[in-house]
Structure formats: structure tokens, C-alpha cells
């Protein structure tokens, strides 16, 4: 599909042909990736940060946040949570922060990799490739990052870089890539500035890249941050080229990121169900996404990684978070996936049900 074509379907408002391209991604889903929906345990192990990303609500200059760092043993509980609950993966996130050293999350990768069959994602922003080389020596699989935009303009303004360095978020997904990683990013949908033409090209970039995981979820606005407040008028695209950041929108680009990226790992965002709590998930799983995030991460921390507010899901337990992710998932008539879930795993066995996970040693 050429990005004049995705751009016309960005722009589609006829229920019968919305309802065309849903089959079609949904089709395309089931054919390249199957029923299997994978679960990845979210550990939000830190909200330090320094960079001052105009959008995230954890950004260093951010008023009133209460900033903390998980310990080793605290990020291992979850891990071992994760696996418990039967998951196949987990993802650790944080702010950019070099207060998590080279040699913290080296030692965090192995002991996870050494004692667990999780697959580890890593998604620690922009980090140095001594320190990307050493984890994925240590085991990591995967790396998220996203690009948030491939208008190099826009990205400028709302992601400045640090001093001395020029923040390059594609070259480093090219050299992760190289490095062995599997490969993840993805953009917020409707963010101030994202003209249809940038969401179009966004959505052409992930096909060019050949992107491992993509997530797409809508811009949701923080009070604490330059474009959740007056300032942000400033920034919009002409109304009649600006993106909204709506549920419809989202959806749309959701489902035309299947059809570039048919094998590509596709999470339905906890974005997405923030803006719809009720459908949001299940919306998203049946038009293109194929992954799933339950966090993990325990609840006094959760609340304190508001990257936007009124996130959902912050205060349920992993284990509410599970029982209810299952239902959702067996209510669409899809299976949970077995095992690490990576790029091409539809070709290995699914589950019924997840697995009773072995002890930690
Ligand atoms: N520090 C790492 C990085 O920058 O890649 C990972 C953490 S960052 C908070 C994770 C993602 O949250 C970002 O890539 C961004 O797309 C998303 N995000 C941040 N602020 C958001 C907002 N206001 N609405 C929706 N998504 C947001």
C-alpha cells in the first residue's frame, strides 16, 4: 500500500468502507499471525528522567512528580509475577534515566534470563551502544523505541534533544537492529502538529523499517507538560490538516499498520483502552493488534509513571489485571499465545489456557 492510499483511508468516514478496512486488517492478523494474543508483563521500573519531551507527563521538568526507582529485587518480584502468571515476556521501561548504570540492568537482563524463560524487552529510551551492546550480550530480545514522528521537524519541537548530541531515534532502532535485537517503535496518533500527510508517512515508515513490533495509541494530553496546556494551540497543524487524537483515528491506523506489516507484533495500547475503558482493548485486538501489555508493575509505583492521566488499569493488582485480560481475550473467541511471543511465533504451538508456570528457582 502506497502512503497516498494510506492517507485516503486515514481520511475515510464511510461506515461501509471503515467497516471493509476492520475486516481486512482483521483478516490479515488472523492469516500471518493467528489467534494467539501474547501477553507482555509491563514493569514501569523508574519515572526519572531527563529528557523534556513536550508530551510525556514524566518529563524532567514536569511539575509535581513524585520520582522513584524500583530495586533489583522489587523489578525481579514482577519479573517472577510475569511468569507466574503464565506470561511470555516482559518489558521494562523507564524514563531516560543513566541512574539505571550499564551494569543494574546487565545484572537485572541475566538474572532474569538465567532463573525464568521470559523474553526481555528493554525500553529505556536513548541509551549509549556500549551499554545497548551489553545488554542484549547479557540476553535481552527486544528494544522499544519509538519514533513518535518521522517529520524530523516536528520531532525537533517536541523532543529536543540534549545538550551536544542529536537525538536520532531511527539510527539507534537500525543499530539495535544490527546488534541482533528484535525491533519495536511506534507514534501517538493526533499528536499537536501531526498533519494526515505525517501520519500517513509514519505509517509507511514502520513498512520501510520492517518494524518487529509497532504500537500506535492516541496522544492523550498531561496537565504537567507544555502540550496538555494553553501552549499547545500553538503547535497545531491548520484544523483541516491536524490529526485528532480520537479513538476512530487510532483504530484506523492500527488496523492499516497490519496491512504494511502483516507479521509485524502489534499491541492493543493502554492508550486505546484509556480513552474507551469499556471496548477499548477489544477494539483494538479485533482491527490489526495481536499483543497485549498487562503492567505489572506494583500499584504504589504504577501511579506515579502518569505519563498522561487517568491511565488505565492503575490500580489493579497483576493478578486482577490477568483474570480480566483473559476474559476479554477468550470474549473475541482468541487464545492466549504460549511462550515468548517473538516476531514469527505464530508458526510455533498456541495455548488454550496459560500454562501452569514453573517455580522460581
Ligand atoms: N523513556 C523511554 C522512551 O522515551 O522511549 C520509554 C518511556 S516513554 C514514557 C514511552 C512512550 O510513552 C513514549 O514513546 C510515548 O510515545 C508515550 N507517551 C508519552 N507521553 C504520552 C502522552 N501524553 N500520550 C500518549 N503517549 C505518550
Not at 546487565?106 to 551492546?133: H, N, W
Not at 500527510?197 to 500506535?216: P, Q, S
Amino acid at each position: 500500500m502506497k502512503p497516498d492510499e494510506i492517507l485516503l483511508w486515514l481520511k475515510e468516514t464511510g461506515e461501509a468502507r471503515l467497516e471493509e478496512l476492520w475486516a481486512r486488517a482483521d483478516a490479515v492478523r488472523a492469516r500471518e499471525v493467528g489467534p494467539a494474543v501474547h501477553l507482555r508483563g509491563l514493569i514501569e521500573i523508574g519515572n526519572h528522567c531527563v529528557r523534556q519531551c513536550l508530551y510525556c507527563g514524566i518529563n524532567a521538568c514536569a511539575p509535581g512528580v513524585t520520582r522513584y526507582r524500583m530495586t533489583g529485587p522489587e523489578i525481579l518480584d514482577c519479573a517472577s509475577e510475569a511468569h507466574r502468571l503464565g506470561y511470555g515476556s516482559v518489558v521494562i521501561q523507564a524514563g531516560e534515566d543513566p541512574g539505571f548504570s550499564r551494569t543494574f540492568i546487565e545484572g537485572l537482563v541475566r538474572t532474569i534470563k538465567a532463573t525464568t524463560p521470559l523474553a526481555v524487552t528493554l525500553s529505556l529510551g536513548e541509551r549509549r551502544d556500549d551499554e545497548l551492546r551489553c545488554w542484549k550480550d547479557a540476553g535481552a530480545d527486544r528494544y522499544l523505541l519509538r519514533f513518535e514522528t518521522s517529520d524530523p521537524e516536528l520531532y525537533t519541537r517536541i523532543h529536543p534533544s540534549l545538550p551536544g548530541t542529536l537525538s536520532d531515534r531511527f539510527a539507534q532502532l537500525d543499530r539495535m537492529r544490527a546488534m541482533g535485537y528484535e525491533i519495536g517503535t511506534g507514534v501517538m496518533v493526533g499528536i499537536p502538529g501531526q498533519t494526515w500527510e505525517t501520519l500517513a508517512r509514519d505509517i509507511d515508515a514502520f513498512r520501510r523499517f520492517d518494524m518487529d513490533m509497532i504500537g500506535v495509541g492516541p496522544f492523550l494530553p498531561s496537565p504537567r507538560t507544555p502540550l496538555g496546556g494553553p501552549e499547545a494551540a500553538g503547535f497545531m497543524a491548520p484544523a483541516d490538516r491536524q490529526v485528532p487524537n480520537d479513538e476512530l483515528t487510532t483504530l484506523k491506523a492500527v488496523a492499516l499498520t497490519r496491512l504494511v506489516c502483516p507479521q509485524a507484533n502489534i499491541p492493543s495500547t493502554t492508550a486505546l483502552a484509556t480513552l474507551n475503558t469499556r471496548t477499548g482493548r477489544e477494539l483494538g485486538l479485533s482491527r490489526g493488534a495481536n499483543v497485549v501489555m498487562p503492567n505489572v508493575t506494583p500499584p504504589a509505583y504504577r501511579v506515579l509513571y502518569e505519563i498522561y492521566p487517568g491511565k488505565a488499569c492503575i490500580h489493579e493488582t497483576a493478578q486482577m489485571c490477568q483474570g480480566c485480560m483473559e476474559g476479554r481475550i477468550r470474549s473475541l473467541g482468541r487464545i492466549l499465545g504460549k511462550g515468548p511471543g517473538g516476531r514469527g511465533s505464530h508458526l510455533e504451538s498456541v495455548s488454550e489456557s496459560c500454562p501452569a508456570a514453573p517455580e522460581l528457582p
